[in-house]
């Protein structure tokens, strides 16, 4: 797979605040790109207005099996990404079959599942030879680790390990991100608590790094969603990053490389 290429992304999640921003760097790029929108989203409206008038394609379906595998296999995804999840206050407001493990780890192996079919009933999964194969891309977290602690980091290590598993038993390629915080003030939804911390924390490592110390920061500090962004499409479309994971400071990286011609 080469960036030269133009084939089709499809994106879950898009109506998040990373979502949001792929979709709008993917359309500014010239991907043809599918924004994933549950029909009960509460930004339906908004999001979708939004993500025609950038040129990109609303596949308004439920997360039900066979509606997910339909609509994955209409449209023949090169890339993939999962960058859905609830949080405990979201769930709670939702009620039953809106926790982490009916969103975060259910949808997602969903999603794995309809790419892993795709690909194992069209022969697609040989292109692993060749670098051709459609890539399943992960929105995972910092710390999402065997042996990781609460539901939120226990439910990343689980969809990453049933990610591996579907990528060897199908041939789908995988790459899986880990960053810290994704936030800033661009960010829709209010969430003080992350935001507070991330930028005491955010002060601490930067003024670290003044000091010449910048490993701390690249690797903790938090990342807009548009950084993010820029990262996750060098991760969906590069070769190279095929079956890998990247931590935070190599999507740091990844992000200042990427072409700077898109700006938030
Ligand atoms: N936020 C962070 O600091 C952070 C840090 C590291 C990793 N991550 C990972 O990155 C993911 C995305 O982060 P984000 O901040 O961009 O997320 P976000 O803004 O909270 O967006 C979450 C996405 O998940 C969807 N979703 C939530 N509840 C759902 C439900 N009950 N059913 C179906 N879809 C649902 C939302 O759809 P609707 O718009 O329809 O609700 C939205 O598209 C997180 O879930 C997490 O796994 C986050």
């Given at each position: 797979m080469t960036r030269t290429e133009?084939?089709?992304?499809?994106?879950?999640?898009?109506?998040?605040?990373t979502?949001?921003a792929l979709?709008e760097l993917a359309?500014a790029r010239g991907w043809?790109?599918?924004?994933?929108?549950?029909?009960?989203?509460?930004?339906?409206?908004?999001?979708?207005?939004?993500?025609?008038?950038?040129?990109?394609?609303?596949?308004?379906?439920?997360?039900?099996?066979?509606?997910?595998?339909?609509?994955?296999?209409?449209?023949?995804?090169?890339v993939?990404f999962?960058?859905?999840?609830?949080?405990?206050?979201?769930?709670?407001?939702?009620?039953?079959?809106?926790?982490?493990?009916?969103?975060?780890?259910?949808?997602?192996?969903?999603?794995?599942?309809?790419?892993?079919?795709?690909?194992?009933?069209?022969?697609?999964?040989?292109?692993?030879?060749?670098?051709?194969?459609?890539r399943?891309v992960?929105l995972?977290?910092?710390?999402?680790?065997?042996?990781?602690?609460?539901?939120?980091?226990?439910?990343?290590?689980?969809?990453?390990?049933?990610?591996?598993?579907?990528?060897?038993?199908?041939?789908?390629?995988?790459a899986i991100a880990r960053p810290s915080?994704i936030?800033?003030?661009?960010?829709?939804?209010?969430?003080?608590?992350?935001?507070?911390?991330?930028?005491?924390?955010?002060?601490?490592?930067?003024?670290?790094a003044?000091?010449?110390?910048r490993g701390?920061r690249d690797r903790?500090a938090s990342m807009r969603g548009h950084e993010l962004a820029r990262a996750l499409l060098e991760i969906g479309t590069r070769n190279e990053a095929r079956?890998q994971v990247f931590e935070a400071d190599a999507l740091r990286a990844l992000a200042a490389t990427s072409e700077a011609s898109f700006e938030a």
């Amino acid at each position: 797979m080469t960036r030269t290429e133009r084939s089709p992304l499809l994106i879950f999640g898009a109506t998040g605040y990373t979502g949001r921003a792929l979709v709008e760097l993917a359309c500014a790029r010239g991907w043809p790109t599918h924004a994933h929108i549950r029909p009960a989203s509460s930004r339906a409206q908004s999001a979708g207005a939004r993500f025609e008038s950038l040129g990109a394609a609303l596949e308004s379906v439920p997360w039900e099996a066979d509606a997910i595998r339909d609509c994955v296999a209409r449209l023949r995804p090169q890339v993939v990404f999962g960058l859905l999840g609830t949080t405990q206050k979201r769930a709670q407001a939702e009620g039953p079959g809106n926790d982490y493990a009916a969103v975060d780890v259910g949808m997602t192996q969903m999603a794995i599942d309809a790419l892993a079919q795709l690909a194992t009933e069209t022969g697609r999964a040989t292109g692993r030879a060749t670098g051709s194969a459609p890539r399943f891309v992960y929105l995972s977290s910092l710390g999402a680790r065997e042996g990781a602690r609460g539901a939120y980091l226990r439910a990343r290590v689980q969809v990453e390990a049933y990610l591996r598993a579907k990528a060897e038993a199908s041939g789908i390629e995988f790459a899986i991100a880990r960053p810290s915080f994704i936030t800033g003030p661009d960010r829709d939804e209010s969430r003080p608590g992350e935001r507070i911390t991330s930028v005491i924390a955010d002060a601490g490592l930067g003024a670290l790094a003044a000091l010449g110390i910048r490993g701390p920061r690249d690797r903790y500090a938090s990342m807009r969603g548009h950084e993010l962004a820029r990262a996750l499409l060098e991760i969906g479309t590069r070769n190279e990053a095929r079956d890998q994971v990247f931590e935070a400071d190599a999507l740091r990286a990844l992000a200042a490389t990427s072409e700077a011609s898109f700006e938030a």
